[in-house]
């Protein structure tokens, strides 16, 4: 089905409002959903796949690990990527200053492709961005590279499994100069460039974003739902003793 990016956006902001997080905010997550659906990448199957993990998992802070001058270690403690990468980034880029390079490791997190739209926004602020991840199903691993004066990223797909990566972690990589990743796109197997998916984008815009009905039916569920179990609840509050 055809769908439009308010009407994406407004589903997402219900549904996630209703889980009543302490993190997270949903027009910042709604906006993650939305373009990440208009590249052509799914969202709103990764927001239904991330749902379960947002409405179940505990409202605990991140840790530091470790940080320096160049680099910084945190553990998300099972949490999704999406409830805390915008204010990540953020930090990360305070952090890195006027350094030229900057890494963000990210261990035990879920739900990495809803990072997409944040890692776009870094091209509008001037740097150029990398990032990695390997997955539990195919693709086994996943290379997002974002060069300076590119609105699109270049995303490359390999069907093995990084022997140096954890399927729960992610790599990012934050520079004021490209990357060269000559050694890091040897063997890929599937490739989705930035000129595609600008027409994806572009396409979207003019004709409608395309959602399949099964995962634009799950997203209206969870919504409904959520907003039902809310309203019997402040019901009963309302009359009780």
Request: glycine share 6%; proline share 2%; net charge negative.
């Amino acid at each position: 089905m055809i769908v439009s990016h308010n009407e994406i956006v407004a589903m997402v902001y219900k549904a996630f409002t209703g889980m009543h997080r302490e993190v997270g905010e949903a027009d910042v997550i709604a906006t993650m959903v939305a373009e990440l659906q208009m590249a052509g990448l799914d969202g709103v199957r990764h927001f239904n796949n991330a749902s379960p993990y947002i409405l179940t998992e505990s409202d605990t802070p991140i840790d530091i690990i470790d940080q320096n001058a160049k680099a910084m270690h945190l553990d998300l403690h099972g949490s999704s990527l999406a409830c805390h990468l915008p204010t990540i980034i953020d930090y990360a880029l305070e952090k890195m200053g006027d350094s030229a390079h900057f890494y963000i490791y990210l261990q035990n997190c879920h739900n990495r492709w809803l990072a997409y739209s944040e890692l776009v926004g870094l091209a509008a602020k001037g740097y150029a961005c990398l990032a990695k991840w390997d997955n539990g199903s195919v693709p086994k691993h996943t290379l997002f590279t974002l060069n300076q004066g590119f609105v699109y990223p270049d995303l490359y797909f390999f069907d093995k499994a990084q022997s140096n990566y954890n399927t729960n972690d992610m790599v990012i990589e934050i520079a004021t100069q490209n990357f060269d990743i000559e050694h890091d796109i040897q063997h890929f197997d599937r490739k989705i460039s930035t000129d595609e998916l600008f027409e994806t984008h572009q396409r979207a815009w003019k004709e409608g974003i395309y959602v399949d009905d099964e995962q634009w039916a799950i997203l209206k569920k969870t919504a409904a739902a959520i907003l039902v179990e809310n309203s019997e609840a402040s019901s009963r509050g309302a009359g009780g003793v």
